[in-house]
């Protein structure tokens, strides 16, 4: 496994995508170099976008976020969540109602957004299931999985409505060597369990690199997938969703791919990064 | 499809294996009609052997529950649990140290009983993981799983060790409607997302019913599979593992597979019982 | 499940998205009354296109085929394939080489499109292996399926190279009342065994979704997903995919899934169409 | 990963189960040095069975298959094939009737051992389908997978009833570096697109373990798990089968697992074996 420098990798692209956490950020801060790297990105006129996996906040949030732990001057607009992306599809398939969610009321607002009524699953009174309209999984936090993951499994068990993820990752990482489930492998439990399949949103989903392409043809009308690098720490999502979409690929090593068994994990998945780097500060 | 009456079906045979919660039992006590089911068949001669896909508790302790419930006469010796074929492994495979356990401390008999140490997950030292031999799954309850899942997840990306699932099942029913995940769900979820293999006991493993089988030929030498009817409420444990093994097959609408959608899931799964009733009552 | 007026459904939407087989045509020429719906939609100013999970042949042809069966008058610009797709992919991904791929001579027309060699799997050098720089699976026809697909399983255990799959259906109707085995069931086969994820395009994938919907926006510079209606007779592929996409869809009973299992599927795969019509002709 | 020599682990056990093909042979004829260490292990009095995912021959035919190789003085009461197992299926579970299969004539003795009659795929008759009373996929020779598995899948389209298969190996290797699919291989697929679970026999399943003990114990009363040795080239139906079973295993780098990638799929697929040797020759 040959291992790049990410400054030269970059070089080579005028668009750059970054994943967030575990690529410019992680528990700590920002993942060490990354504020000079983007900088420098910057002074020299690349185009950026944050496509993040996340619909535990808005893009504004997630911005003021970035610029919390140093990273100033990433505007909300440069900022595609997978939030965004169900709350576009809750406009458009979901005709008033009540939606119950899995997540964090901030996570709520992008049901709220869409004209909904957002309703914890907690909350979801079982002798009016007929109120529910769609069901959605937002984040991992803000609610008792003792508790609340088994009354969605039974509220699923009773209704035919639309069932919606807002972020496929299966895993984060919290500190340097640990994870923890993300609301995808919630997610997959249930499909699992159910023998159902929800409508997912988020990497490798192609539609956050489309929102972000459009996003970007608005500064640079000739953009194609050629011009584009997509930097992510995680085979299953960053990589393979920028592999499908057509664009280049980096995998970083500081993140959810461990370097001691990033060779494994390529060779056993098959999903192959068009380069690996150690981090996108070095 | 056609619903048979129990006693008929179970007149055709020497022999009768039953899942215990949802068939002779639930939340509110013994489903209608099963003590004066289990009454005649003992008094026409029925050799009975309960198969529950249970690591809860002892098979001392399961047989005092369900004489609680009034099902008296059931002696320990007539009921095989999963947690029983679990000790076993143990005893076989692993040689002295520490076993990591989701479940309760109830459950952690079948490792003591194994002859080996047993730590819950939340009590593992992170400094100390090469004294870790074994991880085990044995209930659903014991353990907060907002916070012990997680754990487990990253013992297991640091450890190279056998794993185990005392438990295959994905559900259980709690109330008529309702039900709730059991360990197998955790434990898929946690081979999921690590991309892992565990040893799995229980139905639809066969070794259960060799377990019962080999039980009952000390009272009857002649049994063969032919024999035998299994009766069990869930299509992927109990019949698929009834009709693997080669037994006839009753499904018992009184728990997991509901009367509205049972036509359904047989279709969709291909696993087809040999009859269908709606509970050992009827 | 209620079943509704084809007509009345088309009324509502600008844009009509149609699948191909089984919905506008089958083996036995066009679908009855499809002809007269195509004009009378035409003749009301709809925007139409073809989405097809087709690497078989160009949009040339299966316009030239569409024609065939008497429906004339849709130009290869109106027809999106998934073999362009991953024409599009190929080009931007793979820097000149050999493709070793399992297909028709005309299917292999999209590798040759892309600037690169296309070589069948049946005439891989095992010696030059070096040469072969992406491996495509593009059509169920065209080679021997008793020799091709060890050759092709043996070929990606020596090579880690990208693996396109250019039509993830998994069945396709050839009679009122048959299937065959798709492209997508082949790599789906693949992946298994070798415990690789493979590059996938075609619905459920967005991607054609996206390039029908910028082929609108020609005409129509408004155009949204509101506007826009999916038809097809597949679940897994063309609902499952226009319901991610945030598209209304359209199943017709007139294809791969059939009338009298319908309810079982939609109820057992949770895939939810916004409308059940018997075909696109009533 | 430690390579442990063959002799060495097998003077630990008074019991050995070998797989056959990787182990024993392979397509070129006996593995180097298996000839003398099968002596070796008679000579000192090892009881030994050879546990064969295989239904394309008798037991009579598996050992004469393997003196031919060199391999004399092993039973037929010492080959336990997974074709045996599937036959006591059919003769427990199957009331008469016509039994559709995919293999070749021999592997249908199965079939009729059953006292059932065998029809192949390519001879059922679709006007009469309510005569199949169950199907078998057998081996993976014998048929045109071109034409027979689209058989195999518009009959189960039509018919609910039993399913098995007699072999659940996905690969099975042909040459030092090449390998074929595997019954297990068409019979997974036929699971996938048609959304049904079958009756599977052979390892990794356990009745071939029980049914292989019970032979033992004729000859040595007191045998038990912990006095075995379960020798496989394969990690998901030897080793795993075994690791359930209890017994100790031993992967061998002569068959399906290959010496460059063994640690990497050991790490990826957490099967441990709890000994690896290059061959039992070595």
Do not use: W
Request: hydrophobic share 45%.
């Amino acid at each position: 496994m040959n291992i790049s420098a990410f400054k030269d990798v970059a070089s080579q692209f005028p668009v750059i995508f970054f994943d967030s956490y575990g690529v410019l950020r992680n528990h700590r801060g920002p993942i060490p170099g990354a504020l000079e790297t983007v900088s420098v990105l910057r002074a020299s006129g690349k185009h950026i976008r944050i496509l993040t996996n996340n619909a535990a906040r808005s893009p504004e949030a997630a911005a003021a976020r970035l610029a919390d732990y140093g990273l100033r001057g990433i505007s909300s607009a440069e900022v595609i969540t997978s939030g965004a992306t169900t709350r576009h599809f809750l406009e458009q398939k979901v005709k008033g109602g009540k939606v119950a969610y899995l997540g964090t009321p901030a996570s709520a607002e992008y049901i709220i957004g869409a004209g909904l009524d957002a309703i914890p699953i907690s909350d979801v009174d079982f002798e009016r299931l007929d109120e529910i309209k769609a069901v959605a999984f937002l984040d991992d936090e803000g609610y008792d999985k003792n508790v609340d993951i088994n009354l969605l499994i039974n509220i699923l068990r009773r209704c035919q409505v639309p069932v919606v993820v807002a972020n496929t990752d299966l895993l984060y990482p919290t500190t340097a060597n640990d994870v923890a489930l993300a609301t995808g492998s919630i997610a997959r439990l249930a499909e699992y369990v159910l023998g159902r399949k929800f409508v997912k949103f988020g990497k490798p989903a192609s539609q956050m690199f489309q929102m972000a392409l459009d996003s970007v043809a608005v500064e640079m009308p000739s953009v194609c997938p050629a011009d584009i690098l997509m930097v992510g720490d995680t085979l299953h999502t960053d990589i393979l969703g920028g592999n499908t979409y057509g664009v280049a690929t980096a995998l970083v090593l500081s993140g959810n791919t461990r370097p001691e068994s990033a060779a494994t994990e390529i060779a056993a998945s098959g999903i192959i990064p068009d380069y690996v780097c150690h981090s996108i500060g070095k």
